[in-house]
């Protein structure tokens, strides 16, 4: 049996990817889906009580959200299935964020 990280899978491009590659693009990816659920997760806490608050300001959220974009081109650069997900998830977020905050 074959190492995971030894491994190989063809790309679009027909460039060869390694395991750990495939590996750093569904992290980064997952990261980036983080970065974009921060705004719901921090609303959640809010509103729970004994739960703690993140008093998060407007620009600290707008820069959450960036990173998020930010993580899903990376995911995007590295032919990640997920950034077909997280790339749209994150800029939707990153304007409703905008939206919400009033900036």
């Known amino acids: 049996m074959l190492d995971p ?8 491009d027909g460039a060869k990817r390694s395991g750990r590659q495939r590996f750093v693009a569904h992290a980064l990816g997952c990261s980036s889906l983080l970065c974009a659920l921060a705004f719901w997760i921090a609303m959640v806490l809010h509103y729970t009580p004994g739960a703690p608050k993140l008093d998060l300001t407007a620009l600290q959220f707008l820069s959450i959200a960036g990173v998020g974009i930010i993580l899903a081109v ?3 650069a590295l032919h990640s299935k997920l950034w077909r997900i997280a790339l749209p998830f994150n800029l939707v977020m990153f304007f409703f964020v905008m939206y919400v905050m009033g900036t």
């Open 5 to 12: 990280t030894t491994q190989q899978s063809n790309t679009p």
């Open 74 to 76: 990376a995911t995007a």
